[in-house]
């Protein structure tokens, strides 16, 4: 783009850009909800079902390690105004003169910090904050930013900033999937991997045929009706015609035979259990739910959940100022309620919008005051695991603004991205890299992948507290493992596609360093990625390694 070059299409000065990107969203949207985009969901009354597997027996062999930690993405739909949220009080007197209707008035601000604040309504997220369980990054986008709904949702939910010209349009999340497992869609795995509430045509766990690899609910109400019945469709309640009441009792009973998660969903619904009241809020139903699972045991480690209405080119403050708050109260009662059996400390959450909104005010007249669309913007997220709070990334310049006023960027998107997938969901580096097709710099969050890591420490409150994989200099693998205690332990190497190739040892060992040989050769896969699965009795631990030639 030339330096001179303005962006249209972005807000009230483009009026039949802006509707139709809208327009070319939403029918994306429902091409895919109902089935005709991509292949990738079967839809009936409405629903969207998208339920494609990965191998059952691997993700056992993984399930005491990688599996422990879930990731909630939170979708801010619209392009979420981060200057509203976010409030740059170091330079409160530049930023209320671009906006002398829409700023946030001093007194309905309260202090994070002597640098930032948030609105009043947000404020039950302040004990987490206060806590460290909470850490924002700021001016978060990339180069070159687009103003479309449509393309920079794509975008962002697949790292990929020419996704518009690929071939490639999988997800950031389901490259992560099949990296996992690259025969995911053989068999349906026993839980779960991701689930959708709200989130419509989002790509994050998209393959690159645009097939979703996440179970998808239109609405909350969907998936609590299957969470209550363990069925999707009534198959008994049918019309009075005979042979279209068949006809839909079939349909439907084909459908709740594919949809296999249903019981599962009930189980976990029934046997969990929230132990806080919500408020109700679109985003709060939404959390309540998954806590709900997470405390039932469902198993699944990715969700992601949609709070809607951020494309506030006009009448902005109040709708903005009730999303604020609804993403405060919800926030609170989602980990208040996750902490009562400890599993908040395992659930990290993030927010993720398509854009923010650009520094200048619109709007000449009462009640019409909004933004348009913008660039960079800060990503909040929460969890105990952040281990304190915090600002990274470069304060917002509010003075130093691209060709389109609009906010410059200090932290790409994909830095977000590598580092949940490294320190996270513990994936190795370089495998982390191909999954964004290039390196991007690594963030300090305050978590790292001690439980787990084939290369860390992990607390020596553990049997194990440390285990790596190494090739040995004549063509086998030394798994290399720490036991802070004497104890059994058994050494077990599975294929990458879940089959159990050898027990390597088992019995008792004595505190201290301890090694055992895999000889790959004699399987004749000499290149092949393996899983090595140390359990101590108690807990598994395991990581992945390539066979060395």
Same mark, same amino acid.
């Given at each position: 783009?030339?330096?001179?070059?303005?962006?249209?299409?972005?807000?009230?000065?483009?009026?039949?850009?802006?509707?139709?990107?809208?327009?070319?969203?939403?029918?994306?949207?429902?091409?895919?909800?109902?089935?005709?985009?991509?292949?990738?969901?079967?839809?009936?009354?409405?629903?969207?079902?998208?339920?494609?597997?990965?191998?059952?027996?691997?993700?056992?062999?993984?399930?005491?390690?990688?599996?422990?930690?879930?990731?909630?993405?939170?979708?801010?739909?619209?392009?979420?105004?981060?200057?509203?949220?976010?409030?740059?009080?170091?330079?409160?007197?530049?930023?209320?003169?671009?906006?002398?209707?829409?700023?946030?008035?001093?007194?309905?601000?309260?202090?994070?910090?002597?640098?930032?604040?948030?609105?009043?309504?947000?404020?039950?997220?302040?004990?987490?904050?206060?806590?460290?369980?909470?850490?924002?990054?700021?001016?978060?986008?990339?180069?070159?930013?687009?103003?479309?709904?449509?393309?920079?949702?794509?975008?962002?939910?697949?790292?990929?900033?020419?996704?518009?010209?690929?071939?490639?349009?999988?997800?950031?999340?389901?490259?992560? %999937?099949?990296?996992?497992?690259?025969?995911?869609?053989?068999?349906?795995?026993?839980?779960?991997?991701?689930?959708?509430?709200?989130?419509?045509?989002?790509?994050?766990?998209?393959?690159?045929?645009?097939?979703?690899?996440?179970?998808?609910?239109?609405?909350?109400?969907?998936?609590?009706?299957?969470?209550?019945?363990?069925?999707?469709?009534?198959?008994?309640?049918?019309?009075?015609?005979?042979?279209?009441?068949?006809?839909?009792?079939?349909?439907?009973?084909?459908?709740?035979?594919?949809?296999?998660?249903?019981?599962?969903?009930?189980?976990?619904?029934?046997?969990?259990?929230?132990?806080?009241?919500?408020?109700?809020?679109?985003?709060?139903?939404?959390?309540?739910?998954?806590?709900?699972?997470?405390?039932?045991?469902?198993?699944?480690?990715?969700?992601?959940?949609?709070?809607?209405?951020?494309?506030?080119?006009?009448?902005?403050?109040?709708?903005?100022?009730?999303?604020?708050?609804?993403?405060?109260?919800?926030?609170?009662?989602?980990?208040?309620?996750?902490?009562?059996?400890?599993?908040?400390?395992?659930?990290?959450?993030?927010?993720?919008?398509?854009?923010?909104?650009?520094?200048?005010?619109?709007?000449?007249?009462?009640?019409?005051?909004?933004?348009?669309?913008?660039?960079?913007?800060?990503?909040?997220?929460?969890?105990?695991?952040?281990?304190?709070?915090?600002?990274?990334?470069?304060?917002?310049?509010?003075?130093?603004?691209?060709?389109?006023?609009?906010?410059?960027?200090?932290?790409?998107?994909?830095?977000?991205?590598?580092?949940?997938?490294?320190?996270?969901?513990?994936?190795?580096?370089?495998?982390?890299?191909?999954?964004?097709?290039?390196?991007?710099?690594?963030?300090?969050?305050?978590?790292?992948?001690?439980?787990?890591?084939?290369?860390?420490?992990?607390?020596?409150?553990?049997?194990?507290?440390?285990?790596?994989?190494?090739?040995?200099?004549?063509?086998?693998?030394?798994?290399?493992?720490?036991?802070?205690?004497?104890?059994?332990?058994?050494?077990?190497?599975?294929?990458?596609?879940?089959?159990?190739?050898?027990?390597?040892?088992?019995?008792?060992?004595?505190?201290?360093?301890?090694?055992?040989?895999?000889?790959?050769?004699?399987?004749?896969?000499?290149?092949?990625?393996?899983?090595?699965? %140390?359990?101590?009795?108690?807990?598994?631990?395991?990581?992945?390694?390539?066979?060395?030639?």
């Amino acid at each position: 783009m030339s330096e001179n070059k303005i962006k249209r299409q972005l807000g009230v000065d483009d009026q039949k850009a802006h509707a139709d990107d809208h327009d070319l969203w939403s029918r994306r949207g429902f091409l895919q909800t109902m089935g005709l985009a991509g292949g990738g969901s079967i839809a009936f009354g409405g629903m969207s079902i998208n339920a494609l597997a990965h191998n059952s027996l691997l993700t056992s062999v993984l399930n005491n390690g990688i599996e422990d930690r879930i990731l909630v993405l939170i979708r801010l739909k619209g392009g979420n105004d981060g200057l509203n949220t976010i409030i740059p009080l170091f330079d409160y007197d530049t930023y209320a003169a671009h906006r002398p209707n829409l700023k946030i008035n001093t007194e309905d601000i309260s202090n994070l910090n002597q640098d930032f604040g948030i609105q009043n309504a947000m404020n039950n997220i302040l004990p987490l904050w206060e806590d460290g369980a909470m850490k924002v990054i700021n001016t978060v986008g990339y180069q070159d930013h687009s103003l479309s709904h449509f393309q920079s949702s794509d975008i962002m939910g697949s790292g990929n900033v020419n996704i518009k010209g690929s071939m490639d349009k999988s997800g950031v999340l389901g490259r992560y %999937i099949l990296d996992q497992d690259p025969d995911f869609l053989e068999n349906l795995p026993p839980t779960p991997v991701a689930i959708k509430i709200a989130s419509g045509s989002s790509n994050p766990f998209f393959n690159p045929e645009q097939i979703d690899l996440a179970v998808n609910f239109n609405n909350i109400q969907n998936l609590i009706s299957i969470a209550n019945s363990g069925t999707v469709f009534d198959a008994e309640n049918l019309p009075d015609d005979c042979y279209y009441g068949e006809q839909i009792k079939f349909l439907r009973s084909l459908l709740n035979v594919t949809y296999e998660y249903g019981p599962i969903i009930r189980d976990a619904y029934n046997d969990g259990v929230n132990d806080v009241n919500y408020t109700n809020n679109p985003l709060s139903n939404q959390l309540e739910v998954i806590a709900r699972l997470i405390k039932g045991g469902l198993g699944t480690k990715l969700f992601m959940v949609t709070l809607d209405g951020f494309d506030t080119h006009d009448n902005q403050k109040g709708p903005h100022r009730d999303r604020m708050q609804w993403i405060g109260d919800a926030i609170s009662s989602f980990y208040k309620d996750l902490s009562f059996g400890g599993h908040d400390n395992r659930v990290l959450s993030m927010t993720m919008s398509e854009f923010g909104r650009r520094v200048s005010q619109t709007g000449s007249g009462a009640g019409t005051y909004g933004s348009d669309h913008g660039a960079a913007a800060p990503v909040m997220m929460f969890g105990p695991a952040l281990n304190g709070n915090g600002f990274l990334g470069e304060n917002p310049d509010l003075t130093n603004l691209d060709s389109n006023g609009n906010l410059t960027h200090s932290v790409d998107f994909r830095s977000i991205y590598a580092t949940i997938l490294e320190s996270w969901l513990c994936l190795d580096p370089m495998g982390v890299d191909a999954i964004l097709g290039e390196a991007f710099d690594r963030i300090d969050l305050g978590f790292d992948c001690t439980m787990v890591s084939t290369y860390d420490q992990l607390p020596f409150q553990q049997d194990v507290i440390h285990h790596k994989a190494y090739p040995t200099s004549y063509g086998g693998t030394i798994i290399e493992f720490e036991m802070a205690r004497p104890g059994n332990i058994n050494v077990s190497i599975y294929s990458i596609l879940g089959q159990k190739l050898e027990t390597l040892f088992t019995g008792y060992e004595s505190s201290g360093k301890h090694t055992v040989v895999f000889n790959h050769a004699k399987y004749g896969l000499m290149t092949s990625p393996f899983v090595y699965k %140390i359990s101590d009795g108690t807990r598994s631990y395991s990581g992945k390694f390539i066979a060395a030639s």
